[in-house]
């Protein structure tokens, strides 16, 4: 990424300038093309800033961009361990769809109806999510195995899939849209009665800033276990405190935008509270599918670098006869790949069915382009072996800004998706680029 | 040198002043140091008693029988080389070994008993370890991730312990190739040679009983061959078996002990080394006759 904003120099003093930058990134051993992405993110957010006359960088925008970007972040840290070896999910839009619709018959007809068993019981949206999730799993599995086992192209099979799956949502509701899900399972979809609040959303915060602390701790004790030369402690601390002022900053704007005035003016008058003059301030906080993006971008770069499986996964996209040689079994690691993108869709569908209160027939449709650019614009390589799962959840927030941006600019849809088609392939182009000169 | 571990023990090493300083082979393509003169090896100790037996084995493709029934051994201390032209089924044979294709028949004994060699994992839970002639990294990850993939260390959590790994590579890495330092790139990035230390140092980290190396010299440069010239009388004198595939007959008569020659799936003979000349040995690789039946006439032709 140096090179990149280095271009313009002249050629004699281009070479020793970024030399140097590079070698400054390297003593902090970062992902330099990570960096790239947060610059050219904050290029986005800052450009559409001053274009709409300061109307992008509102906490009340960047809440509803860190909702609008969960569901594609949490498909798209299960899209980086497909694409890294060397396989595609394009039915993930429809095992989303199908998932979610399954998840509404449950809690809006079969529990309350078909059982009798009536609506927004306690337990309701727990059995729900666990039948959901598990069909997710189930579906993965089914594709997964087809696709290791008997040896169909993925590409074949998940196209398969995207048609089987979005046609027997439409047979499982007979076309109709499935709706009001049950009160606690709307709170997973965030809205400013699922989100944390104030209190909740500095707890978030303040564990996040501990397992900042914790992985640069322990990383630096490992190694020296072993008496391998450390980063230079003045580096780790940058990156603590950079790491702890992003963690904290974000907690500040999630709380900053509070709810809406009407809303807050009837929790007021429910609880026996007397509004203030100027209206009762509550806080939003982190919104609920924002806490589960978080937890499973947690979860997944655990398993994509400090697991076996992991390893594995990219061990089979970098040579899958070395990984077949070195004893890996290969099949069953790409089956778990198509499960984890399964359950994965399957809590896409939870946080979509619950935000829009309803299961249509259409939900989620086009999702899988909008993973699969995500991915790829957060650095997954279709060639293998080369992805990583921060990359992709800051591809789903870059997509999903370009997106928020364009609409808050009144840019017409069809313009927005040329928008969004022209910089992935422009951001891959401008990768392959780079890669290449740098080898 | 000593493998570092107890069954090290039970081989009949080399005394003591012998085994201290290791010479680095240095397979380094960049930094290649000058050739110095193999370390007196104590006589190769080979056993009576076969590592390991595979008798009467057959492989087809189709309807081509790529090996088609054939019988080798191997004594520890001892190196077979593995000779024929291509498609003469040694490399199909010794898949066979490592786990890589199944045998459509015939017996696989190890130490006299019968085993059941399915995968790699087989294999090398066996001892037999394998240095593939394309070296099978995974050219996106490290040195360590490649020396421990499918065997990794692991903390008590089971996360991966990439420190542990990384110390353990650098030790065994230290012993074959000392100037090696790219320990936190993907192996794409180094050289042959550097790449080809890597795979031998996956072979002989886990205490390899008998190693398959196919083509081990092809890619490399003359100084970088007589390193892996060393690093086999090294191994050799340990106790460790090796069949070693080459299409190279001057490799195979400075290294090996006995001689297997394969023609169209099918053995030729099994020869002692010192038994016959390199004419009569390429008589039989391409001809298929062995030292008895072949005539002063046809011997000349070779070289017509």
């Known amino acids: ?439 | 040198m000593t493998m570092g571990d107890p069954s090290a023990s039970q081989m009949p090493a080399p005394p003591g002043p012998g085994m201290a300083p290791v010479p680095g082979t240095g397979l380094d393509a960049e930094t290649p140091e000058p050739v110095t003169a193999p370390p007196a090896a104590a006589p190769a100790p080979i056993g009576d008693a076969p590592i390991i037996e595979m008798r009467n084995i057959r492989v087809a493709f189709g309807g081509v029988h790529a090996v088609d029934g054939v019988s080798v051994d191997l004594k520890p201390g001892e190196v077979i080389g593995l000779v024929g032209g291509n498609g003469a089924g040694k490399s199909t044979l010794m898949r066979v070994l490592s786990g890589a294709h199944p045998a459509d028949s015939g017996e696989i004994l190890v130490d006299g008993n019968p085993v059941s060699i399915t995968n790699p994992r087989d294999a090398k839970a066996l001892g037999i370890e394998t240095i593939y002639q394309t070296l099978a990294l995974a050219d996106n990850t490290d040195a360590a991730a490649n020396v421990f993939l499918g065997r990794e260390l692991r903390t008590r959590l089971g996360n991966l312990d990439d420190a542990a790994m990384e110390s353990a590579t650098r030790k065994v890495m230290g012993r074959l190739n000392p100037r090696f330092r790219n320990f936190k790139v993907p192996v794409m990035s180094l050289s042959g040679g550097q790449r080809q230390s890597i795979a031998i140092a996956r072979a002989i980290h886990f205490n390899a009983r008998v190693l398959i190396m196919d083509e081990p010299t092809a890619a490399l440069g003359p100084a970088e061959t007589a390193q892996v010239h060393e690093l086999v009388a090294q191994l050799k004198s340990e106790g460790i078996g090796i069949f070693l595939i080459s299409h190279d007959i001057h490799d195979v008569f400075d290294l090996a002990d006995r001689i297997t020659v394969m023609l169209q799936g099918k053995l030729v003979a099994t020869v002692d080394k010192t038994a016959v000349t390199k004419d009569e040995v390429l008589a039989m690789i391409i001809m298929g006759k062995k030292p008895g039946e072949v005539t002063e006439t046809e011997l000349a032709e070779l070289h017509g």
């Open chain 1, 1 to 439: 990424m140096s090179e990149a904003t280095a271009v313009p120099t002249t050629a004699p003093s281009r070479e020793p300038s970024t030399g140097r930058a590079r070698s400054v990134l390297q003593s902090f051993e970062l992902d330099t093309r990570l960096l790239g992405m947060i610059v050219a993110l904050a290029i986005i957010w800052l450009g559409f800033n001053i274009i709409s006359g300061g109307l992008f960088l509102t906490p009340r925008n960047l809440w509803n961009l860190s909702v609008q970007s969960a569901t594609v972040a949490i498909m798209a840290t299960g899209m980086v361990l497909i694409i890294v070896s060397r396989n595609i999910d394009l039915s993930i839009g429809s095992v989303l769809g199908l998932t979610g619709m399954f998840m509404a018959m449950i809690q809006a007809e079969w529990i309350p109806k078909t059982f009798g068993l009536g609506f927004d019981q306690p337990w309701t949206w727990i059995v729900t999510i666990a039948a959901g999730v598990a069909l997710g799993a189930l579906i993965g599995g089914f594709q997964g195995f087809v696709i290791a086992y008997v040896g169909v192209p993925s590409f074949i099979v998940t196209l398969g899939g995207l048609l089987v799956w979005r046609g027997l949502s439409f047979q499982l509701a007979q076309g109709q849209t499935i709706a009001p899900l049950d009160t606690t399972f709307q709170l997973l979809g965030g809205g400013p009665k699922g989100s944390l609040g104030a209190n909740l959303s500095w707890l978030v915060g303040g564990i996040a800033c501990l397992g900042i602390g914790y992985s640069l701790i322990a990383g630096r004790r490992r190694r020296r276990k072993y008496g391998f030369p450390t980063r230079p402690l003045g580096i780790d601390i940058v990156i603590g405190v950079v790491g702890v002022a992003i963690a904290l900053g974000a907690v500040a704007v999630a709380n900053a935008y509070p709810w809406p005035p009407q809303l807050a003016s009837q929790y007021a008058a429910e609880n026996g509270i007397t509004e203030p003059a100027g209206g009762l301030i509550i806080p939003t906080g982190i919104a609920n599918p924002v806490l589960i993006a978080l937890a499973v971008t947690a979860v997944m770069t655990l398993v994509a670098t400090r697991r076996r499986f992991g390893r594995y996964v990219f061990a089979i996209g970098g040579n899958p006869d070395a990984a077949n040689l070195a004893g890996i079994n290969t099949k069953r690691t790409i089956l778990m790949t198509f499960v984890i993108m399964g359950v994965l869709s399957a809590i896409g569908g939870v946080v979509l069915s619950a935000r829009l209160n309803a299961a249509t027939v259409s939900l989620g449709t086009q999702s899988e382009l909008y993973v699969i650019a995500a991915a790829v614009i957060g650095g997954t390589s279709f060639a293998g072996g080369i992805g990583t799962i921060p990359g992709a959840v800051l591809g789903a927030v870059v997509t999903q800004s370009l997106q928020s941006g364009m609409v808050l600019l009144r840019v017409d849809s069809p313009i927005q998706d040329i928008v969004v088609g022209i910089v992935l392939v422009a951001a891959v182009g401008f990768d392959t680029v780079i890669r290449r000169r740098s080898t």
